[in-house]
T-cell receptor
Framework: GAVVSQHPSWVICKSGTSVKIECRSL??????MFWYRQFPKQSLMLMAT?????????EQGVEKDKFLINHASLTLSTLTVTSAHPEDSSFYIC?????????????FGPGTRLTVL | GEDVEQSLFLSVREGDSSVINCTYT??????LYWYKQEPGAGLQLLTY?????DMKQDQRLTVLLNKKDKHLSLRIADTQTGDSAIYFC??????????????FGAGTQVVVTP
């Protein structure tokens, strides 16, 4: 149980284009999902918290217009990197909390490797 | 968030026990977690411990919590080559939002040698 998937697993795009990454909870409902960014050999950096039916909460220093988050249903959150540039190349990982879980335990997806040329 | 510190590297021989240490600073953390990350993959939840517990055992994994010293450790018995990965310690901290956020350590690279 508590499986989270991401799509795509990896994507290469040209500078200036937009890329959408999906995060799905496969066997549970998730009212809250998180988006992280991870640079090589570093820990995870929280970018934003996504709540179903409401606006995402962004961490300090993360551009809202650059990283658009939509949590359209209890099983799907999307991250769109708009007008991507090489510095946006990174490993993006999402996580989800089971609805009603008082421990707030986060279950992580497998990550999406984004390379911007 | 608060700081979580881990040693960066651990080398262990196959069959031996591994002990990964972690210190945290937020005494109000209710849960503390251990995650495993293999190359190019996401994070796999290994185990977590509630802050009012001293120890939790789950098959080859033993978590020890010293709340007074804010010290958490993960012991892996009979370490196998498949245990080679990066292990992240994380504490949950509460914010003004209605959900907890995770503060991660830098991760400990565990290398298992034959």
């Amino acid at each position: 149980g508590a499986v989270v998937s991401q799509h795509p697993s990896w994507v290469i795009c040209k500078s200036g284009t937009s890329v959408k990454i999906e995060c799905r909870s496969l066997d549970f409902q998730a009212t809250t999902m998180f988006w992280y960014r991870q640079f090589p050999k570093q820990s995870l950096m929280l970018m934003a918290t996504s709540n179903e039916g409401s606006k995402a909460t962004y961490e300090q220093g993360v551009e809202k217009d650059k990283f658009l988050i939509n949590h359209a249903s209890l099983t799907l959150s999307t991250l769109t990197v708009t007008s991507a540039h090489p510095e946006d190349s990174s490993f993006y990982i999402c996580s989800a909390i089971l609805a009603g879980d008082s421990t707030d335990t986060q279950y992580f997806g497998p990550g999406t490797r984004l390379t911007v040329l | 968030g608060e700081d979580v510190e881990q040693s960066l590297f651990l080398s262990v021989r196959e069959g031996d026990s591994s002990v990964i240490n972690c210190t945290y600073t937020d005494s109000s953390s209710t849960y503390l977690y251990w995650y495993k990350q293999e190359p190019g993959a996401g994070l796999q939840l290994l185990t977590y411990i509630f802050s009012n517990m001293d120890m939790k055992q789950d098959q080859r994994l033993t978590v020890l919590l010293n709340k007074k010293d804010k010290h958490l450790s993960l012991r892996i018995a009979d370490t196998q080559t498949g245990d080679s990965a990066i292990y992240f310690c994380a504490e949950i901290y509460m914010t003004t939002d209605s959900w907890g956020k995770l503060q991660f350590g830098a991760g400990t690279q565990v290398v298992v040698t034959p």
